[in-house]
């Protein structure tokens, strides 16, 4: 029989159908991938890119030129442009404003790397510290209210270059995905005096059913109303709202449990095509007891249909508990990413 679970944030409900169940090497996981020729974000091919707005180089070398370690670029076909005032209005009952904003790319490395898990530690580290950099100073710009991170790999969860990569997009609203997440939070918060986010780690560190990985300060675990096979959500074990406010000691044990997690799942399922979001509070906003910043990595295993679409449900053939077990017990020792030759 399948559960009809409620998420205890937004109140969406999933259909988890046990009796289609899937095994993980039953689902098609490999990404779309191009092996050979050019790479605009390989290092020695910096004038193939914007100008660049930040990087970590070796001391002494010049901007846009060899010698960095990330780079951070403005993106060359932007959803939203950084020049001019927001100009909001009205045509009748319809609201507009210019698509003022900003769209980056986080190159993670010179190396032509395809996975996230062929960083060493260090060097994601210095990725997260990019995140963090960026999120400061959008933050400063009064138009700019809310800033997203997100990773596509593989051509199935929307990446169109393979060169292991994030992007950033700062938006002058509210996404309404980040709206309902608030809302369902204080929500919570008001009717109990307790954040969600948590009361989840800690119910999910007392029974260990959808667990994945317990670090010093963060947990991942598969979500009680998992969408989609294998989703897997990453949080602090301090509560705290807005990921730029993070400390050197969280964005090294950060950068430890994501490249962790990411193994996993590359092992369990094969390098599947993922997603990963950094989901933060907006920049006007101070620290919020009702909103815990986190990470979500979903797995493109599956896809909407009519009637995920027509309904707003979405139906997962795998328990979250089962994920979870699966991802605990796969060994990443052995395992090793793909890598491709260095052009």
Request: aromatic content about 10%.
């Amino acid at each position: 029989m399948p559960d009809l679970r409620k998420d205890p944030i937004v109140g969406r409900w999933v259909i988890v159908a046990k009796s289609r169940a899937r095994r993980p090497h039953d689902f098609d996981t490999s990404p779309a991938r191009r092996p050979g020729g050019f790479c605009p974000f390989c290092e020695g091919q910096e004038d193939k890119t914007p100008p660049e707005i930040i990087a970590y180089r070796r001391p002494g070398t010049p901007p846009n030129g060899p010698g960095w370690r990330v780079r951070v670029v403005p993106n060359k076909f932007p959803a939203l442009e950084i020049e001019g005032d927001l100009n909001k209005r009205g045509e009748g009952i319809y609201d507009m404003m210019r698509g003022v904003g900003a769209h980056e790319v986080i190159i993670e490395s010179p190396r032509h790397l395809i996975s996230t898990a062929e960083l060493s530690e260090p060097e994601l580290q210095e990725v997260l510290w990019a995140y963090r950099d960026r999120l400061t100073d959008l933050k400063r710009d009064r138009r700019l209210v809310y800033g997203m991170v997100f990773k596509n790999v593989g051509a199935a969860a929307g990446a169109s270059l393979e060169h292991t990569h994030s992007q950033l997009i700062v938006t002058p609203i509210v996404p309404i995905n980040v709206w309902e997440e608030m809302t369902g939070s204080l929500e919570f918060y008001n009717y109990r005096g307790r954040c969600v986010y948590c009361d989840m780690i800690q119910q999910e560190l007392a029974t260990e059913k959808r667990l994945v990985h317990d670090s010093p300060t963060f947990v991942a675990f598969c979500p009680f109303a998992s969408r989609f096979p294998f989703e897997t959500w990453i949080l602090p074990k301090v509560h705290g709202s807005h990921f730029e406010n993070i400390q050197p000691a969280g964005v090294e044990d950060l950068a430890s449990i994501l490249r962790t997690v990411i193994l996993k799942l590359e092992a369990a399922l094969d390098r599947p095509a993922y997603n990963y979001i950094l989901h933060t509070a907006p920049f006007d906003t101070q620290e919020l007891p009702h909103y815990h910043w986190h990470i979500e990595i979903m797995p493109s295993l599956t896809r909407p249909a009519g009637f995920e679409w027509g309904t707003g449900f979405y139906i997962n053939p795998v328990p979250p508990e089962e994920a979870a077990r699966f991802l605990r017990e796969v060994e990443t020792e052995t395992w090793e990413p793909e890598r491709v030759a260095v052009r």
